[in-house]
């Protein structure tokens, strides 16, 4: 009786369930039957080259005969307009992606209000419910997005997916433009002179030493340096100090001052001889992202004068680094980067791209700027060019000699050599190089590259690193609502602790303007699809993380507006800061980022980044902040005060835009 009376019951409950949208007046609409051809992935492409499966779908071994499988990171904006009352689906990984890796969260917003979230899913883990209420929800977006570890075995599965409609019927729509006004914010600098850079400088002794003072302000200028050490001398027209630091390790407190018919000024510097180099983040430009295996020599050359004739130079841009592509590419099929790996006595070869390596060098120095170099511990690169295993202290000594001032040392192909995951093994290769360019008598900063492996941000600087990449590529995440630098950024923060002077975290380059796609990296480059709001949140970010400021845009198609966000004197000050510290996250949650660093000068700088779909108001209080009494609040991006508060700070912030503030104590 009791088992009769059992399933009887469990056969109503179907029945019940199954009936209950239709007593309610409702319809069902499949996810499926939609225009998923409106699903996009990443910074808005359209999502078709990622498959999109209907059905069948398995997820766990449970096979679903509909649904809509695809791709993480993935989003899709469904119009709903008050029409429909659930939203129900199953969600996972697909099966078929086997017993790898991928990771995927899924998350449904309805107006801006976060309905669920799926947690981090592995694969071969079992489907979850979702069934939210999404009564009187006018937009719902469906977000599958790859839980920080990329797009690798990601195959996301919304099966069972549909829609109880009671009044319009739902509707796949393009994902909503984002109409915001390029607006210059950055005041042009004056004709006057104004010293930028940063305040202190480390070099090793008895090393050849290159410096071009930053300045803005019409040329020409008489620039002078009162107390520069001996063996240093300083072009007056030019503000290029050259020469071989003093022996002995120092702090020389250096004055640069200058001169033109406008006015004049002066800045302290503190060059201080010794062990420790990027005392403040290193800035320049790396090739990567614009010319990937195309890179030449002539590339280089254009770089370092548009560096100068932009003016990015004159706020503390300094570095022209090539990154990947420079050598021998065993078994390639264009001619230009064939040819015999090294000479017969292991020196390495560059390919035909690049005739004369000291030859460039002395260009890019002849400008005041500094030359930077990539290689690998591995056989090979990344992009399977030629790279230092086995040759590691020849090819630094090489490089010395070539005249280059940074090393990028990136991990690739060593997976392949190393023995086994440990801390030790990962260590290794960076040892060598740390150890290898110490000891030479030239000054190479040392950028380690290995993706965050072994959290590498707790040991980066023992080994003798100056910065080290804390992430993956930047250019390969694809981003969901928010774009893949906020993504980055926002792991990157979480290690404010381990930056100091001579030591950084590296969340990778800055990819704005007219800037190529990692995915298809045979393409020109095209304008960044960053809205403005965003592009001023990166820079900011980036600045209050104090991370190498490395722009990897197209030099020769700088616009006004990029030159706007990589060349605001205030701002880059938040980042060269002699203090060194990293801003730390003090609010981070779904809808706002606050970060907080401290200044040389006990103000403070802080970030105000709103994370959400739409402007609002936002509010700082003194308390979260640490601070006390009057404080006088500066916006760094227009450069001006905004008034003296006391206990909070409140402001509008657009859609994934920022405040970028400074405090000052005030009487
Ligand atoms: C890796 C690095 C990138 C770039 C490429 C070059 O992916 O992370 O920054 O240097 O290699 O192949």
């Not at 059992?6 to 199954?18: E, F, G, N, P």
């Not at 000291?358 to 500094?370: F, S």
């Not at 040759?391 to 005249?403: M, P, S, Y």
Request: glycine share 10%; aromatic share 10%; proline share 5%.
């Amino acid at each position: 009786m009791a088992r009769r009376y059992r399933i009887s019951r469990i056969a109503v409950l179907l029945i019940v369930t199954a009936i209950a949208p239709v007593l309610r007046g409702a319809e069902t609409v499949w996810l499926s039957d939609l225009d998923i051809s409106k699903m996009t992935v990443g910074w808005g492409e359209p999502v078709k080259d990622a498959s999109i499966q209907k059905q069948p779908l398995t997820i766990g071994g449970r096979k679903f005969d509909r649904g809509v499988g695809s791709h993480a990171d993935s989003v899709l904006f469904v119009e709903l307009a008050g029409g429909s009352k659930r939203f129900s689906a199953r969600v996972g990984v697909d099966s078929e992606v086997g017993s790898n890796i991928g990771s995927i969260e899924f998350k449904v917003i309805g107006d801006d209000k976060e309905l669920f979230s799926s947690g981090v899913m592995k694969a071969q883990e079992a489907a979850k419910e979702l069934d939210v209420d999404v009564t009187g929800v006018k937009t719902l977006i469906l977000i599958a997005g790859s839980a920080g570890d990329g797009v690798s075995y990601d195959h996301a599965d919304w099966a069972d997916a549909k829609f109880e409609v009671t009044g319009v019927k739902p509707k796949a729509v393009d994902r909503p433009s984002v109409d915001e006004e390029m607006v210059i914010l950055t005041p042009r600098p004056g004709p006057a002179p104004k010293i930028n850079g940063p305040r202190v400088y480390g070099a090793r002794p008895g090393s050849p030493f290159i410096y071009r003072i930053p300045c803005t302000g019409e040329r020409p200028m008489t620039f002078t340096a009162k107390k520069l050490p001996k063996g240093l001398k300083l072009d007056e027209t030019t503000g290029i100090i050259t020469g071989t630091t003093p022996e002995k390790a120092k702090k020389h407190k250096v004055t640069f001052g200058v001169s033109n018919e406008h006015g004049k000024a002066k800045r302290d510097f503190t060059l201080a001889v010794g062990d420790t180099l990027a005392l403040t983040p290193p800035m320049g430009w790396n090739h990567w992202y614009t010319w990937y295996d195309r890179i030449t020599d002539a590339h280089m050359r254009q770089a370092a004068d548009v560096m100068i004739d932009s003016g990015m130079a004159d706020f503390g841009y300094q570095y022209v680094n090539i990154d990947d592509c420079w050598m021998i590419r065993p078994g390639s099929k264009d001619p230009e980067l064939i040819g015999e790996n090294r000479k017969a006595d292991g020196t390495i070869n560059t390919n035909s791209r690049f005739p004369d390596m000291k030859a460039l060098t002395e260009y890019i120095h002849g400008k005041g700027l500094r030359a930077g170099l990539y290689t690998g511990p591995g056989p090979t690169t990344c992009a399977g060019f030629v790279a230092s295993y086995e040759h590691e202290q020849q090819d630094a000594v090489t490089f010395a000699e070539w005249g280059f001032d940074f090393l990028k040392y990136d991990w690739c192909s060593y997976g392949r050599i190393a023995k086994d995951n440990s801390l030790a093994e990962l260590q290794k290769p960076y040892i060598l190089m740390g150890d290898i360019l110490k000891k030479l008598d030239r000054d190479i900063l040392l950028n380690i590259c290995q993706y965050g492996m072994g959290n590498v941000w707790e040991w980066g600087g023992q080994v003798g690193g100056h910065c080290w990449r804390t992430t993956g590529d930047l250019g390969l995440e694809r981003g969901t609502l928010l774009p893949g630098f906020y993504h980055i950024g926002l792991a990157n923060a979480q290690h404010w602790q381990y930056a100091k002077p001579g030591q950084w975290n590296d969340p990778d380059y800055i990819l704005i303007g007219f800037v190529g796609n990692a995915f298809r990296s045979g393409d020109p480059a095209r304008r960044t699809s960053l809205s403005a709001n965003e592009q001023y949140s990166y820079m900011s970010m980036w600045c209050l993380m104090a991370s190498p400021l490395f722009y990897s845009g197209d030099m020769g198609r700088l616009d006004e507006f990029t030159l706007n966000v990589l060349c605001n004197a205030e701002v880059i000050e938040v980042d060269q800061d002699p203090l060194g510290r990293q801003g730390k996250p003090i609010v981070q949650d779904k809808g706002t980022l606050v970060l907080a660093k401290p200044m040389e000068d006990g103000s403070m700088a802080v970030g105000l980044f709103n994370l959400r779909e739409a402007g609002r108001p936002m509010t700082l209080n003194w308390e979260q902040l640490g601070l006390k009494g009057k404080q006088r609040v500066r916006d760094l991006w227009r450069q001006e005060d905004i008034g003296v508060f006391e206990g909070e700070f409140e402001t509008q912030v657009a859609r994934h835009g920022v405040a970028m503030l400074r405090f000052f104590a005030s009487r």
